[in-house]
């Protein structure tokens, strides 16, 4: 089992190094030419020649940072509850139905948020077409919740009970047991869920392709529409190969890449530094 193991961590170790050179290589012409810093900053402009990627970039770290905001404080009541303020059979009904949640395709989620939030969203507000980046945000608060919400709730029922009962035994009730004792105890949980949230919220690919618009523009309100870098790929992927349009989508990649393995060494960093205060 352990010649398995090693196996399949090798496997995967070579397809995460192959899917690097793979987009570095394509990308090569952009980094010889010193394209690839500039298109970071610059605007998208065909009509001029120009392939920024800036509006996408703000367009993903608006809407993603929106999500987490959203779903920040829904994950942590939820989680809260399954780990103590609830009955024992209400947070066992809420585990199994947050983590039915996270096996639901978020094509799904897409489909619901174009015909039941774009609507709410555009005749409560009377501004837009209710695509844009407040949609598309709440729509990834919902998608990355059950993710926080698992991380936090492992996070406090790894809190020792003894001090749950210390808590009780000095008169606290359950919820200044969990706001003095359980959630001071697990920053490392909250961080990890954080993190992990946002590189979901990041990721995601349908929802922001459905929900957000997808116009290349530098939003200015909540309710303009935005383009993200995984829709900027799934839409460019049929261009032509030789276009300088085409050629964006490997620096999409790379940036998105790097943001995984950044945050991976956040999740470890935020791993090691807890461990230490611990000791």
């Given at each position: 089992?352990?010649f398995l193991?090693?196996?399949?961590?090798?496997v995967?170790?070579?397809?995460s190094v192959?899917?690097?050179?793979?987009?570095v290589v394509l990308?090569?012409?952009l980094?010889?030419?010193g394209h690839?810093?500039?298109?970071l900053?610059s605007?998208?402009?065909?009509?001029?020649?120009?392939?920024?990627l800036?509006?996408m970039?703000?367009g993903?770290?608006?809407?993603?940072?929106?999500?987490?905001?959203f779903?920040?404080?829904?994950?942590l009541g939820a989680?809260?509850?399954?780990?103590g303020?609830?009955?024992?059979s209400?947070a066992?009904?809420l585990?199994k139905a947050?983590?039915t949640m996270t096996?639901?395709p978020?094509?799904v989620y897409?489909?619901i948020g174009?015909?039941?939030?774009?609507?709410?969203v555009?005749n409560?507000f009377?501004?837009g077409?209710g695509?844009?980046?407040?949609?598309?945000?709440l729509?990834l608060?919902?998608?990355?919740?059950?993710?926080?919400?698992?991380t936090?709730a492992d996070?406090?029922?790894?809190v020792p009970?003894?001090?749950?009962?210390a808590?009780q035994?000095?008169g606290a009730?359950?919820?200044?047991?969990f706001?003095?004792v359980?959630?001071?105890a697990s920053?490392k949980?909250?961080?990890?869920?954080?993190?992990?949230?946002?590189?979901?919220?990041?990721?995601d690919?349908?929802?922001a392709?459905m929900?957000?618009?997808?116009?290349?523009?530098?939003?200015?309100s909540?309710?303009?529409t935005?383009?993200t870098l995984?829709?900027?790929?799934?839409?460019?992927?049929?261009a032509?190969?030789d276009?300088p349009?085409?050629?964006?989508?490997?620096v999409?990649?790379?940036l998105?890449?790097l943001?995984?393995a950044?945050?991976?060494?956040?999740?470890?960093?935020?791993?090691?530094?807890?461990?230490?205060?611990?000791?």
């Amino acid at each position: 089992m352990k010649f398995l193991f090693f196996i399949a961590a090798l496997v995967s170790l070579c397809v995460s190094v192959a899917m690097v050179l793979f987009m570095v290589v394509l990308g090569l012409p952009l980094l010889r030419e010193g394209h690839f810093f500039s298109m970071l900053v610059s605007p998208w402009d065909v009509a001029r020649g120009i392939y920024g990627l800036y509006p996408m970039i703000l367009g993903t770290g608006i809407i993603a940072t929106l999500a987490l905001a959203f779903g920040f404080p829904l994950s942590l009541g939820a989680a809260a509850l399954i780990s103590g303020l609830a009955t024992p059979s209400l947070a066992a009904f809420l585990r199994k139905a947050v983590q039915t949640m996270t096996g639901i395709p978020t094509v799904v989620y897409g489909f619901i948020g174009v015909f039941l939030l774009v609507p709410l969203v555009r005749n409560l507000f009377g501004q837009g077409s209710g695509m844009g980046i407040l949609s598309a945000s709440l729509l990834l608060a919902v998608l990355v919740s059950p993710t926080m919400i698992l991380t936090f709730a492992d996070s406090f029922d790894q809190v020792p009970e003894a001090s749950r009962t210390a808590a009780q035994a000095l008169g606290a009730t359950p919820v200044q047991t969990f706001l003095y004792v359980v959630l001071p105890a697990s920053g490392k949980g909250l961080v990890t869920g954080l993190i992990l949230g946002l590189g979901r919220a990041i990721g995601d690919t349908m929802i922001a392709l459905m929900v957000s618009g997808n116009a290349i523009a530098t939003p200015d309100s909540l309710f303009s529409t935005a383009r993200t870098l995984t829709a900027h790929i799934a839409l460019v992927i049929a261009a032509d190969f030789d276009s300088p349009e085409f050629k964006t989508l490997f620096v999409c990649g790379i940036l998105l890449y790097l943001f995984t393995a950044v945050s991976t060494v956040a999740v470890r960093l935020t791993d090691y530094l807890f461990r230490g205060r611990n000791l």
